[in-house]
Each structure stands twice: as structure tokens, then as C-alpha cells.
């Protein structure tokens, strides 16, 4: 390797020409000043500013190593380098954002498998990118919503598996992944794995997070494992601790504290304790009046039952008055044919046949089974039930006729 002739002034011991260190540290300085006019230019031109400066270096860098300046050829060399990586990377970091909010738009207009698809175009082109940099967790996240919004609950779990797997240490992150987890192992019918990592996630979250709003849903879902197991009472310590933590959060949602107060007021309901169940109902129904105006489902959720709480004290006028007024509520806002309005129709034929109304009753079972059809299917659980009701009822007409 021949390098280059020492200047004059060098051979003569006046002036020592400046090291290949120094002029270094020159072309990092101006690369770096190119870095910031870059930026300041429009995207819409900066690609076309990096190329015709890609076109110049690369000339340059010819006639340099034609002159056999081995030091000059190596500096410009990697300034064109330089240039053709910042662009290449400005080039792939647009197009994944164009990608990402292509997947937005596709999930807020519900085509949750599009935007999966969608997303995976973000990933791709995270190859690119170094590993500290690229934000891999929050794209495996999405991809695991929006599989899970398609009720493709096995793709889902496995992208929110992957997610998992990058945390390093446990976070607040990994406790509330853990929840949506157990969440995708109860809807694939897998209840042995769901209480296991909501107890992992109850771990992790420790006394730090007494008042936050994720953590009072991990313990909501582990009074539902509870409750699902026959654990009642344990459920309902869960329920309650659960209420605390919303109560006490920064920003108290009145519609999610309304809907606590409904789970613990049915689960009393089932417990016998009928005087706390009345108490939680009456705070639900105070909190959906003054919040909602009486005119949501979960104040339709709250007149369910405290209708059933009615009917166990046999006030069944009582009972009747707030079934109709729940069954109003959500013929507004999911209109006549919906399984909820066919449990409506279910526990007011069941009121009908004890006020002695069996006409009445029978009917009105005839026309929760026809919303059933529509909606569920005669083979669901729900239409086993009322079909179980109507025969029974049918079989009880039988027997007065015989008599």
C-alpha cells in the first residue's frame, strides 16, 4: 500500500500536517452538521437531497483512489457511507409508519385481520434496525389484539407469547400481558393455566400499584376464576378489593365501578347475603342514574338484579317493574333481537308463571326462544335453559288440566 507524498512543509520539519485521527474527527463533525440540515429539510426531500449527494460522493471517492490517496479515499468513503445508511433508514422508518397507521385504520374500521397483516409489514421492516431500537414488543402486541378482536384466540396467544418472552425483567408490562393471557387460556376453555399466571401477575404487581386500574382488573378476574370453581366467598373478597383499588384510582371510571358493584350485588344474590346485595345494587343504580341518566346497559345489567332480588322477597310487581325497565334499556341500544332481550323475556315469563299468568308466561317463553334462534342457535346453553323452563312450565299446565 503506497501512501501519500508528504506535503512541503512536513518534509521540511515547519508545519506537521494534521493526523488521520484529526481529520476524523473533522468529518464526523460535518457529517453531523449534515445529519441536522438534513432533518430540517422536508421529508418529501430529503430523499432526493441524500441521493444527489450519494451521486457526488461516490465520483469523488473514484478520483481519490485514482490519485492513490489512500487516507483522503478512506474518509470520503465512509462519509458516502454515512449517507447511504441515514437514507436507507429514513427511507424504511416512513414506510413503517405509513405501514403502522394503515394497521390503525384497518382495526378502527374493525378488519382486525387486515391490520394484522398489515402490521407484519412493520416487522419485516424492523430487521433493519438494531435490536435496542426497534420497538418489537408494542407491534406483537397489536398483531395479538387484533387477532384476539377476530376471536382467533390460538394466533393470538402466540403473538402475545412472543411479547412475553422479550421482557427482561418483570414490569408492570409483563403483569398486565400475564392478564390478557389468562384471558385467552379461559376463552379456549384451558381453565387449569388461567389462575397460575393472574397469581403471576398478582405477584408481580406487589403493594405498588394499590390504586391502579390494571391491577384492580387482574383481581377482578381472579374473583371470576374463583367464582367459576365454586370458591364463592374467596370470589368475593377478590370483587371487593378489586372495587377498592377503582375507587381509589387517579381517575375513577364511574362505568367500570358501576359494573363491580353489579357482579358483587349478583354474586350476594347467589351467596344469600341479600342485604349487601341490595346495598351494592342501590350504589350501582345511584352511580348510573347520576352518571349515565339511567340509559345504559349496565344500569340495565344493575335493574336485572335487583328485579331478582325483588323476587326472592316475593315483591313480584316490584321485580316485574324493573325487568320492563331493564328490557327497555337495551331494546335501545341493542334492539329487539339480542340474547340479553331474551333473558329479559326468560325471568319475566318466569315471574308471570309464579303470579300464576301462565298464558302469558308460555308466550313470552315462545318469544325468547324465537330471539334465541336468531341470534344463538337452539343448540347454545342459553336455549337449553329457557326450553328447560318452558317444558316445565308446560308440564305444570298439564298436570292443573288433569287435576
Known sequence: MKWPRRSRERQNGKQP?????????????????????????????????????????????????????ARLSWVVGWFALECLLFWFRRRNAHRMQAAAARARELAKSGQYESAALEMFEVLRRMRWLSPLRAPLAPVLKFISEQFRQAEKFPEAERWLRGSLALHVSPSRETAVELNNLAALCERQDREEEVEPLLREAYA???????????????????????????????????????????????????????????????????LGRYADAELYLQRGLALGQKRFGGQHLVTAALLENSASLHRTRR?????????????????????????????????????????????????????????????????????????????????????????
Open 17 to 69: 500536517a494534521a493526523t488521520l485521527s484529526d481529520f476524523a474527527a473533522f468529518q464526523l463533525r460535518r457529517a453531523s452538521r449534515l445529519r441536522s440540515a438534513v432533518r430540517a429539510v422536508p421529508e418529501a426531500g430529503q430523499q432526493w437531497l441524500l441521493g444527489g449527494l450519494l451521486l457526488w460522493m461516490l465520483p469523488i471517492t473514484l478520483i481519490v483512489l485514482v490519485w492513490r490517496n
Open 204 to 270: 408481580i404487581w406487589g403493594d405498588s400499584a394499590s390504586a391502579c386500574f390494571d391491577y384492580g382488573m387482574t383481581l377482578t378476574n381472579l374473583g371470576h376464576c374463583c367464582q367459576r370453581q365454586g370458591r364463592l366467598e374467596e370470589a368475593r373478597q377478590w370483587f371487593m378489593r378489586a372495587l377498592d383499588v377503582y375507587e381509589r384510582s387517579e381517575e375513577p371510571e364511574d362505568a367500570v365501578i358501576a359494573v363491580q358493584l353489579n357482579i358483587l350485588g349478583e354474586l350476594c344474590l347467589t
Open 315 to 403: 315483591e313480584l310487581e316490584s321485580a316485574e317493574e324493573l325487568l320492563r325497565q331493564s328490557m327497555q334499556i337495551r331494546r335501545k341500544s341493542l334492539g329487539v333481537s339480542h340474547p340479553a332481550i331474551a333473558a329479559n323475556l326468560n325471568d319475566l315469563a318466569q315471574l308471570r308463571a309464579a303470579q300464576g299468568q301462565m298464558e302469558s308466561a308460555e308466550a313470552l317463553y315462545a318469544s325468547a326462544l324465537v330471539v334465541l334462534q336468531q341470534t344463538l342457535g337452539l343448540d347454545h346453553p342459553h336455549a337449553a335453559v329457557v326450553m328447560e323452563n318452558y317444558a316445565a312450565l308446560i308440564d305444570h299446565r298439564g298436570q292443573d288440566l288433569h287435576h
